[in-house]
């Protein structure tokens, strides 16, 4: 087992942050999040499609680069210690997965060499109204009409969804894949202005339905990738608050001396500090059996949950209030890590749900 990244990823991990520096500066990412436009910087989307790493599970015949979860959560800890608005999480990781997962080549070859080469992208409709994952089995109906397959019902907290090319819908008949532009969006008002969520309504919708055999564990399969991948996205905000927050400790000067200096300041830094490591050793192990050990990974998957989800959002809560009265105002960047973080911790269920996953994984 592997808990520290070797070259090649170090690597990797310095070209994605070298051109988020480039292309993606806090002013750009607050561009993006006041446009009432889609929501996605699209030329940043094209530049990570150049880098490679759109594609990064997607097989070679796909266009991909049949890297591994490792690569692919290098990448997510970069994109989010800058909340990068781009559709990583719904196209590359969501979307990506529920594709391999189904294992249908031609459903691959029409949805995986537009999303590895930033062409197009993709959304995955899986929970209710209440935010259940895998729920929208129970709102979304499919019906045969003659030779073909309509869908009827709502699914909600479909990521980047009012702009994505295809949607990939689990529905009470299975998998289906629908057209964009056939869905019927309506944009869901969440606390995170950084990551754009719809909610997919669908009213005699034109679908094909993908062959599978056991929807419900493509789903879980899904799940736990996806909760791997989320988690290296929680631990790149973890490690920005806890690096703005020393540096912001170090030149803010209270009473002739730096706040930095004070003990209650240092042990909550220290703190800080702590639980990243804790966090970074957990998605490292978590990522390291997605690749290696996949028997195992419903167990890390749910620890990397029930670890780095409440994590992140303490360690964003407190690096708030560390920063005193500057970080509750709207201009400064803390109020938005606090709320991806928030945001993030209930995305693919509750810490209860994470909880009672990793109990019914370790048969508790």
Known sequence: MRLLLDEEQTRLADSVRALLADHCPPQRVREVMADDGPGIDRPLWTQLAKLGVTGLLTPDRFGGSEAGHVERCVVLAELGGVLAPVPYLSSAVLATDVVLALGEDALAEELL????????????????????????????????????????????????????????????????????????????????????????????????????????????????????????????GMRRVLDDTVEYATVRVQFGRPIGSQQAVKHACADLYASCEQAEAVLWHAAWTADHDPAALPEAAALAQVVLGPAAFDTAASGLQLHGGIGYTWEHDAHLYYKRAKTSELLLGTPADHRARLADALSL
């Open 113 to 236: 060499p537009g999303i590895a080469a930033g062409r197009q992208t993709a959304a995955v409709a899986a929970a209710d109204a209440g935010g259940r994952w895998g729920s929208a089995a129970e709102s979304v109906r499919a019906a045969r009409d003659g030779g073909h397959w309509r869908l009827a019902g709502e699914a909600a907290f479909v990521v980047d969804g009012g702009t994505a090319d295809h949607v990939l819908v689990y529905t009470d008949h299975g998998w289906f894949v629908v057209d964009g532009g056939a869905v019927s969006w309506r944009p869901s008002r969440t606390l995170d202005p950084t990551r754009r969520m719809a909610r997919a309504e669908f009213a005699g919708t034109s679908a094909r339905q993908v062959p599978c055999n056991d929807p419900a564990a493509v789903l879980e399969v899904v799940w736990q990738r996806a909760a791997v991948a989320l988690a290296a996205e929680q631990l790149g």
